[in-house]
């Protein structure tokens, strides 16, 4: 079991930039496939990026793709979200996931069995 605390949001001018982190509880870390969500309100969900154990391998949704990075300190049991050129669409929670999906990177939320309780970010126009 892992437990999951994300931190980094706030408030960002347009084409500002953040960094999100997640922080894992455990030795495990390593054995996890992460994600990151976000979810607007009145919205669904959505995938961000994932990241696979080692971080060799990353996936991103097409709307952040060159603009987000997603990478990972096994080491410090993290997963960090870096967020350039951010826009007001951006604006939402941020979620970090995790999941011991052996298949590649899992893209649908039910795919991921711990979450965290997600950090705000918001993107003045």
């Known amino acids: 079991q892992v437990q999951l605390v994300e931190s980094g949001g706030g408030l960002v001018q347009s084409g500002g930039s953040l960094r999100l982190s997640c922080a894992a509880s455990?030795?495990?870390?390593?054995?996890?496939?992460m994600g990151w969500y976000r979810q607007a309100p009145g919205k669904e969900r959505d995938f961000v990026a994932g990241?696979?154990?080692?971080?060799?391998?990353?996936y991103y949704a097409d709307s952040v793709k060159g603009r987000f990075t997603i990478s990972r300190d096994n080491a410090k049991n993290t997963v960090y979200l870096q967020m350039n050129s951010l826009k007001p669409e951006d604006t939402a929670v941020y979620s970090c996931?995790?999941?011991?999906?052996?298949?590649?990177?899992?893209?649908?939320?039910?795919?991921?069995?711990?979450w965290g309780q997600g950090t705000q970010v918001t993107v003045s126009s």
């Open positions: 990241i696979s154990r080692r971080g060799g391998t990353t």
């Open positions: 455990g030795r495990t870390f390593s054995t996890y496939v």
């Open positions: 996931a995790a999941t011991v999906n052996l298949a590649g990177i899992p893209t649908l939320k039910s795919e991921y069995g711990y």
